[in-house]
């Protein structure tokens, strides 16, 4: 081979590398928080693989089989323990609330291969740490991605890969009287699985509050046994599919009673797409006041049908008053699906975002009709509304770490501090320059992060990262 042919092929090689390598660099720094999608159903049926059943046709009634779904099931199930500054220990995520700082034990469900998980917003509420145990007892520190206080769900990312998950079924399709499975971590007891039937759909208990009156209640009732612990587990189908996210019990001593209730997964799926993409809920409103409708309103009002959804009052500027509803007219029907209470024309109008479309079927003075309403947003538009970070806190000024920061010392990401004033971060030893990577060895990527772990940390907390000249550094910051 002549030096000519042989630079030629050198020369080639080195120019395909380097395209090569350029490919790669754009694609993470167009992918620097691990993720590029904004929806978890869809990273679901990318990833969704057969899962290896028990053969139990022989001893096993069709119909009954159980050992399946709870196979393919408990080992995407795991146990959150939520730390609060200071306190004691207690296996029920509510004490926390009534007893004062503690720690807390509940459970929640892996939706995705790459580390998301969904769980009840009650089980980390105001927690400092939260602590995430899989099946096989691998421990993670679990990252707070976003809160719905609303239907009692949050969303939780783990730095871990090639994870089992649920995929997600219809609550729409299930019937009372259909067999599921509640699978969780009562009383710290890590992967217990119970059996019961559908008792009823679309119970409203009244257990959930919110200032706006926002509060989404159509819960799946179902006798399987809940109790302590089992807050953020999942509700499943004989088939393994998520179905729901088991929330609350009706008792009278705070243990298991007869009726535990459940957040349908089609209101599951929507609002941790919201939070996945925006860090909140994005909520598409009719703007109106409503009631159920009995025999007594109807015969008060003089109505036709003795249920349904009273309108008592249309908000000004709302997508009701828009589309042409009226006060005293009774909703039947959202998308052609019909409407008996109030309870589930909430999650029916929950499931669509600002700027979302949706038929509603309602009858005035007898006569039926329909109409059309484009949803929108508490403040009347259709816009998604975004959280805002404030770059200033505690006499410290931060940004984003650029790429080149990224690109230098080899991070996913980080907040840089580019002024330091007096304050409690200027306190720690903080300089100008200086690049967060963890909290508490949590990942910090970017502002939101550092607010969400911030959010209630009380205390002292230690500060990993990157100073300006390049090396690593550590800072006892007392919060």
Not at 23 to 48: H, P
Not at 332 to 341: F, K, P, S, V
């Amino acid at each position: 081979m002549s030096k000519r042919s042989l630079f030629v092929i050198v020369l080639s090689s080195s120019a395909l590398g380097a395209i090569f390598s350029a490919v790669l660099i754009l694609s993470y720094f167009e992918n620097s928080r691990g993720y590029n999608y904004n929806s978890i159903s869809e990273r679901q049926k990318a990833n969704i693989t057969k899962t290896n059943y028990i053969d139990t046709t022989s001893i096993i009634p069709e119909g009954l089989n159980f050992i399946s779904a709870a196979t393919k099931v408990t080992e995407a199930v795991v146990h959150i323990r939520s730390v609060y500054s200071g306190g004691g220990t207690t296996f029920n995520a509510l004490e926390g609330y009534f007893r004062g700082p503690a720690q807390s034990s509940g459970s929640g469900v892996i939706l995705s291969d790459d580390g998301f998980i969904v769980t009840n917003y009650h089980v980390i509420e105001n927690a400092s740490e939260i602590e995430v145990v899989l099946s096989d007892n691998r421990s993670y520190f679990g990252k707070l991605v976003g809160t719905d206080p609303t239907t009692d769900l949050a969303l939780l990312k783990i730095e871990a890969f090639d994870l089992p998950f649920v995929s997600y079924g219809n609550s729409d399709r299930i019937l009372p009287g259909e067999w599921v499975l509640a699978i969780g971590n009562p009383f710290d007891l890590n992967s217990t699985v119970t059996a019961g039937i559908v008792s009823a759909k679309a119970r409203n208990i009244g257990i959930l509050r919110d200032r706006n009156n926002l509060q989404i209640e159509s819960f799946i009732q179902t006798d399987a046994a809940v109790n302590p612990g089992n807050s953020g587990g999942a509700l499943v189908n004989l088939r393994g599919e998520l179905i729901g996210i088991n929330t609350a019990i009706a008792t009278p001593n705070g243990s298991y009673a007869g009726y535990s209730f459940a957040v349908p997964v089609t209101l599951v799926k929507k609002v941790m797409d919201d939070l996945l993409e925006f860090g909140k809920v994005q909520r598409g409103l009719l703007g109106i006041r409503i009631g159920d409708v009995n025999a007594r309103l109807a015969e008060a009002q003089g109505l036709s049908v003795v249920n349904g959804v009273f309108v008592s009052y249309v908000n000004d500027n709302s997508s009701a008053e828009a589309a042409g509803l009226e006060q005293g007219d009774v909703i039947i029907g959202i998308n052609d699906q019909a409407i008996t209470n109030v309870s589930e024309l909430q999650e029916m109008v929950a499931r669509n975002r600002p700027g979302d479309e949706i038929s509603v079927t309602y009858l005035r003075n007898g006569t039926e009709s329909k109409v059309t309403a484009t949803l929108r947003n508490t403040e009347g538009t259709t816009e998604m509304v975004r959280n805002v970070y404030d770059n200033q806190i505690e006499g410290a000024v931060f940004e984003d770490a650029d790429n080149d920061d990224m690109t230098r010392y080899d991070l996913k990401g980080g907040v840089k501090s580019i002024r330091v004033e007096e304050g409690k971060w200027k306190e720690s030893g903080l300089k100008e320059g200086f690049i967060i990577t963890k909290i508490d060895k949590v990942d910090i990527i970017d502002l939101e992060d550092l607010h969400l772990v911030l959010k209630n940390k009380s205390g002292g907390i230690l500060v990993e990262g990157i100073d300006g000249d390049g090396n690593k550094g550590v800072l006892g910051l007392d919060w």
